[in-house]
Structures are given as structure tokens and as C-alpha cells.
């Protein structure tokens, strides 16, 4: 740190050196004296302001008002806000830069004093700070949102979102760009690449458009619309799917008042983008996320475009996403998907964690190490009925976690006494076998929730559309084919003989060679690996927490 500072601050003198040798001679007058008003003006700021960080690393000297002109990262910054097709052209922000630029236009045309052009300076150095915020940081309140999911501990809610906060720094940018760069080109690389982020911002823009043309008008219907039917608020269906492109006319359809073959293919289109049953039938709940409006959409399309610019940036060739509000994995090679499985996350009383790890371990045949708080909200009161009753589940109970730990009959522990202990002495272990609560196969990517994915004996729940059952684990529908897939890149893996090991009841252990970062996100709307704009429900309620203290620009 203390060697890149040193850098830095070398820049910053060859910085103003060069400002000075390329400045005519009656400039340099006008540069002495900017800088002494920019000093003079910051002692008063906090030490910590963006103002007063900027202008000391760049030792004072104007970045946007020259003395004749705008400086060309004037330039670059009024173009770049006015290009920004993702930006409300209502908001402050946008307003601002049309109006700054406006007012540099005519300080320059009527022989403005020092004075009014270091204010300015000061003004487009604030418009370029709150349009980074907005750009690169976005526009969710993270402190906030992580005090009210702490207030979730209240109503015994455990959870957890971890941030990896974006690698932009605005200052910098800026430095580098009046050392003879381009801003235009710093704030173009600095805009996120994965996650489908590009993909995200073109749909924004499609969306704001439509939003521009008036939206789409509600459709209203009673009863269930099946094929066939014919109903007064057919024809405001079809426009309704024609606005967002689910509908595409059809040579055959009339497009009268009937529900057609052409009109229910495009209901189960939008059906599958929004993860209802694609059944084709227009009931309440297709009616009701049919008439969200443009505009909540675009604060669903806003708020996840902000959550990806705090997810970890990926260089690795594998990749697992696992988006809970999809209940999917992505497995993905060199960004494109080779496998796709679903799954089941925790139920809202018990989420599954935000966070990121590597997954560097299988194992077949596991046992079930039971959480302290499973043990004490579930199985201790089934003990308190029935002393027998973990032995009906294949559950042993030993005397603590060591390998020389003893089993015990569990008829001779007093377990009122440990109910709400804050100390467990006991470990909860079933045995590997059917009745095992994680089925054949876990992956392990140590982290500090004991979640991982793992296999299940309750494969009925994953026909669902809404799978929300777990105690915060992520239980896969096709874990075997998951172990073929991190077979194909682990050459010390033989998935033949694993499938061997699967029909015993041996614990075994497989260490990954070629280990593969994982990301569990939370994503309700995103584009897919097909390029579609998929939306999904708020299952844990994360976005309106967060839209209680969401920016508008």
C-alpha cells in the first residue's frame, strides 16, 4: 500500500508538472491562482469529503474548468451522463448535467470570473461523484439493509448477505484520465461484466422505452382463462405480451376475443420468464404478475443491477451460481452454461446465507452432522416425547465431536437441561443410509453456516415451482449428475467407481483437484443464458427491505 502511494503520488507530480508545461504562459497565472482558491476553499471540508481527497490528490489543480474551455474531462463526463440510456432523463441527476454544462457553456461565453469557474468546478466535481455512486456502487443503502436483517434475529431469523464491495475508485479514474487519458474510456471499464450485467442494462433501456411509450394497460378477467375461451380482456392480454415481446402474431390467429394456440404460447413464455407454472392458464396469480407495472419493474431491473456490482469479480473457467430466488444451480465453463440442476434453499424462517466460497470437497455417503439449533428447536423436544425417537431416524448421539467420542443411550441425559443451553456437549449424527437427511452426495465449500449442497430423500419437492424448504442448505435434484460434471474436470474423480461407492454405506471422501468457485446469490431479475429477461419472486422479502432506503437519482 505505502508503494502504491508513492506511485500515486509521483503521477500526481509529473501530473502537474505536465498541466504546466502544456498550458500557454498566460495560463499558468490562472492555474496559480485556482489552486490557492481550491486549497483555501477545502480547509474548511472534512478531511474525509470527496472534494478534499480529490483536490489533494491531484495537488489542487482544476480537472474541469480550464481557462478558456472546458477541459476535454468536462467534455467526457457531460456526454457520458447524456449517453446513459439507464438513466431516469427525469432525475436530478440527469437534469443536473444538462443544466451544469449549460451554465460552463455561457461562464465561458460571458468572460466568467475565477471566482464563478472554481465554484463550478467544485459543482461538476459533485455530479461526477454522485453519477460514480450511482453507476458504480449504485443505489441500495447497505448499512441500512444489513441492520434489518439483523433485527431479523428478533424472530429467531438467522442470515446473512456478504459484500464484496466494487473495485471502481472514482479518484483515481479521474487521475488517470488528466495525466492524458480518456475518462470516457474509465468509465466505460469500469462498468461490470458478469453476471449478465450488460444484459441487464439493455433490457433497462427497453424497459424505460416502453415506460416513454405510455407502458401497458391492466388486463382485467374473471375466472381462469383457458384455450379456448373467449373473454372481453383477451384482447388487452395479447397487447399486454406484445409490449414486453412474449406475443408474436401468428398467421392462423384471428386476434379477436378468443384465447388461441398463438396467444397461449405466449402466456406460458411469459409464465416461464416470471417462474409460474407454465400450464397456460391465466388465474390469479398469472393476472396479478401481469399487472405489475413498467415502473415496478424497473426498480426490480435497478435493484438487481445494483446487487451484481457487489458480487465478486470471476477470472475462473468453472463457475457455480446458485440463484435462490430461481432455486437453481448454473454451472458454468468459460461463461457459458454446460449444466443446469434444480434445487431447494431455506424457507424464509430459515434463508439460505448471500455469500461466496470454493467448492473443494465431495463426499459420498455422508453422515449428517445435525447444527446446534436443529438439535434444540427439533430434536430435543421429539426427545422430550420420545426417548427413541432418534434412534427411529438413524440419528446416533455421541459425547462430543472427537473421534474417539462414545454413543450413548439417549434415555440417560436429562435433555430439559440442554433445551436452550448456550453449550452442546452432544453430537447429532445420522448415519449414512436412506433415511439420511442429505441423501448419497454433499459438496463442502467450508464456510462459517455449515451450508453446503447436498443430495435429498425428498425428491417430491422439487416438482414445485416455489422450493423453500430447507434449514438454509441447498439440496440438488441431480447431485449425481453434478458429481459426473466435477468428474469430467478432476481427473483423480472416477465417476464409475464413485457410483460403486454409492451402493455401500462407506463414508468417502473426494478431494478436488481442480477446485470451483461458488456464488449463491439472490437475483430476482436477471437475463438468461438464452438472452431472456427472467423475473422472479421476493421469497425472503430482501427487496422491499431494501427499497425502503433505495437512492433515486
Known sequence: MKLRKKIIQLCTVLFSLLY????????????????????????????????????????FVPVWM????LSPAAQDLFNHIKEDDTLNTLGKLYKSNLALESTAVSL???GGTLTQKIELEFKISQLYYAYTNYAYFGSIN??????????????DVSTEWVLHRPKANPILMLENAALGGSLNKELEEAVPTQFGYE?????????????ANGGWAKVELQGVLKKGNQALGVESLRERLRVTGDYISCEKSLEDNTYDKCLQKAVKIFQKRNGLKADGAVGSGTLKVLNKTVGDRITTILLNLDRIKWLPKRSSRLHIVINIPAFMLYFEENGKLIQKIRTVVGKPKNPTPIFSNIVKTIVLNPYWNLPKSIVQK?????????SNAMAKKGIEIRTGWGPNAKKIKASSIDWAKYRYSKHMPFRFAQVPGPKNALGKVKFLFPNKYAVYMHDTPSKSLFNRNKRAFSHGCIRLQKPRELLKTFAKFNKNINFQKSQKILKKKDQTYLHLKNRVPIDVVYLTAWVDYTGKLQFRNDIYKYDKMKLKSFRKW
Not at 142 to 155: D, E, H, K, P, T
Not at 199 to 210: F, N, P, S
Open 20 to 59: 504546466i508545461s502544456f498550458t500557454p504562459i498566460f495560463a499558468s497565472d490562472y492555474q496559480e491562482e485556482a489552486s490557492d482558491i481550491i486549497m483555501n476553499s477545502l480547509q474548511t471540508q472534512p478531511k474525509k469529503s470527496f472534494l478534499r481527497r480529490l483536490y489533494t490528490q491531484l495537488f
Open 66 to 69: 480550464h481557462e478558456e474551455r
Open 108 to 110: 465561458y461565453a460571458e
Open 142 to 155: 447497505w448499512g441500512a439493509f444489513q441492520a434489518r436483517i439483523s433485527n431479523l434475529m428478533v424472530n
Open 199 to 211: 444484459a441487464l442494462q439493455k433490457e433497462l433501456i427497453r424497459y424505460r422505452e416502453i415506460e
Open 378 to 386: 427439533e430434536m430435543i423436544p421429539k426427545l422430550l416425547k420420545n
